[in-house]
């Protein structure tokens, strides 16, 4: 097993998939400077990976500005030492406005259960008021969580 030192745990839910392939993106950057990353919904998260991962990130589609309930729920159940001292980031997916208020809403929900949070980073992606999947995340986009999973890493 690798140790501590190289495990990245990506959390994330979604409905469209949007925030799942912006979980994937991350990983990616986390990737290619040698970090092993594990990528869970939050539905399938074992409190034991949180005790074995060095750098973790949390992704959430923007409701109204805010993230989703069960990303809330998820954090906000979280003891403050499982996250104490670890490297943070966070992530969201929106697709009409606010995807930076929901991002600032989620590094606030880290920093209180003492994690070391980097900025995080909100992606256009989908379509406003909708379940189904629309348009997916530009390029630039992509590129922009690649290189916040790389710097998670270099943290």
Same mark, same amino acid.
């Given at each position: ?11 994330? =839910?979604?409905?469209?998939? =949007?925030?799942?392939?912006?979980? @994937? ?18 539905? /399938?998260v074992n409190? @034991? /990976?949180?005790? $074995? ?11 109204? #500005?805010?993230?989703s ?12 030492? @499982? ?29 209180? *259960? !003492?994690?070391?949070?980097?900025? #995080? ?12 999947? !629309?348009? $997916?995340?530009? @390029?630039? $986009?992509?590129? *922009?969580? /690649? ?9």
């Open positions: 097993m690798l140790g501590k030192k190289k495990l990245a745990l990506i959390v994330y =839910h979604t409905k469209t998939g =949007h925030t799942k392939q912006a979980a @994937e993106d991350l990983a990616r950057g986390l990737q290619s400077k040698g970090i092993r990353a594990s990528i869970k919904s939050i539905g /399938e409190r @034991e /990976e949180l005790k $074995d991962c060095r750098y973790f990130a949390v992704g959430s589609p923007t409701r109204n #500005g805010k993230p309930r069960k990303v809330k729920k998820f954090l906000k159940g979280l003891d403050k030492k @499982e996250l104490k001292g670890k490297k943070a980031t966070c992530f969201s997916a929106y697709a009409g406005f606010r995807g930076k208020r929901t991002v600032r809403k989620l590094r606030r929900l880290l920093k209180k *259960k !003492g994690a070391k949070v980097l900025p #995080g980073i909100a992606v256009k992606a989908g379509a406003p008021l909708s379940l189904w999947k !629309g348009p $997916d995340a530009k @390029e630039k $986009d992509v590129a *922009k969580l /690649e290189r916040l999973g790389k710097k998670l890493a270099r943290a």
